[in-house]
C-alpha cells in the first residue's frame, strides 16, 4: 500500500506552492477555534485557489457552529472535512461532502469503537491529543497502538517529523500520514527543506514495502 502525505495548518500561498511541487497529496486548512494556524476566509480562499486539481483541499474544524462552517464552504473551494471535535456523526455528515473524523490517541476509547460510532467517515485521523482537543502541537502517541490492518483509512499524525516518518510508515502502514508542526520554522510557517524531506522519506518507505 501508497502511503498519502497531507500536510495540514498551511496559512501561506507560497507553502501550499511547495505542497504541490514536492508531491503532497493533500493540504488542511484550518478553521478550528484557538488554533495558532486558524485561516480567515480570505487568505484560505487565496490558498485552495493556488492548489491544482488532483492535490485535495482538506478544512479543519472543531465543534465550529453550522453557520460557520457554512460560510466557510460557501467562500472557499474544500474537497474534503475533517472533524476534530465533539462533532456527531449526523453533524459531520449534514455538508454533503466526504469527511474524516480525528480519534484523539490520549483518551483510552477503542478506535474500533469509535469507527463504529462514525461509519460513514471517508477515513480517520489517529492523533496524540485527548478526545475533543486541538492537534498540531508535535506530541506522538505509542503507535503499537495503531490498528494495523483495520480496514478502514487511517491517517497516522501526532509528532511526526522527517526524521521519524520512515519507522512510522514501516511500523503502522498507514493510509495515510498527516504533519504539521514537524515540518515549520513557527507555527504555521512551513520549512520547504523539510517538506522535501519528508516526502522523501515516505516514498523510502514506500518503496520499501515494495
Known sequence: MITRIKICGITRQVDAEACVDLGADAIGLVFAPGSPRRLDLNMARAVAACVPAGLS???VFRDNPPEEIECTLDHVALDLLQFHGSESAAECARWNMPWLKAIGMAGDRPVPDVIAEYPDAAGYLLDAHEPG?????????DWSRFPVGAGRPLFLAGGLTPDNVYEAVRRTRPFAVDVSSGVESAPGIKDARLIEK????VRRANSAEQ
Open 198 to 201: 519528508f516526502v522523501e522519506e
Open 57 to 59: 483541499r482538506v478544512g
Open 133 to 141: 482537543g486541538a492537534g498540531g502541537r508535535g506530541e506522538r502517541f
